[in-house]
């Protein structure tokens, strides 16, 4: 940051959106965002605006975004996905990371990173599932 260029504005994170109290608990909250104890009463930049330093860090946090955004554009959609390394109908040649965010019966969103070895990669049976249940009807 340049000597000249303002700080951040302070913003509580009782304010962001992605704050979720706990009352009586120490830290008093927690942060969906970065899956982390954080402090209502906190003020300094929002931890929504960290951005890692590590290029795959960075890669992985982009990718979580996208999966938490379709899920947040769509209230109806249960699950959703990202993967790297594979195609749905292409065996895999190196490791597959599937990066999967679920909607939880309380509507909370919780996202993970698994790593699945390329000749344990079930690219075709997972499409065909979410396939079968679109065509079902039913939001996937």
């Known amino acids: 940051m340049q000597a000249d260029t303002p700080p951040l504005p302070p913003k ?3 304010t962001c959106a992605h704050y979720t109290a706990a009352p009586g608990k120490t830290p008093d909250g927690w942060c969906r965002k970065h899956r982390a104890e ?16 590590d290029p ?8 979580r975004a996208a999966v938490v955004a379709r899920l947040e554009a769509d209230p109806a ?3 959703s996905f ?3 390394g594979a195609t749905p109908s292409a065996p895999a040649d190196g490791p597959v990371s599937v990066l999967l965010g679920l909607r939880m019966g ?3 969103i919780v996202t993970g990173e698994l790593h ?13 599932e979410h396939l079968r249940l679109a065509a079902e009807g039913k939001p996937s």
């Open 82 to 84: 990202d993967v790297q």
């Open 38 to 53: 954080t402090w209502g009463a906190y003020a300094g930049g929002c931890a929504s605006d960290w951005t890692a330093a």
């Open 106 to 108: 309380d509507g909370s």
């Open 77 to 79: 959609l249960r699950y």
């Open 12 to 14: 509580a994170c009782a």
């Open 116 to 128: 699945i070895p390329g000749d344990r990669w079930p690219g075709i049976a997972l499409f065909n």
């Open 56 to 63: 795959a860090a960075r890669t992985l946090e982009h990718r």
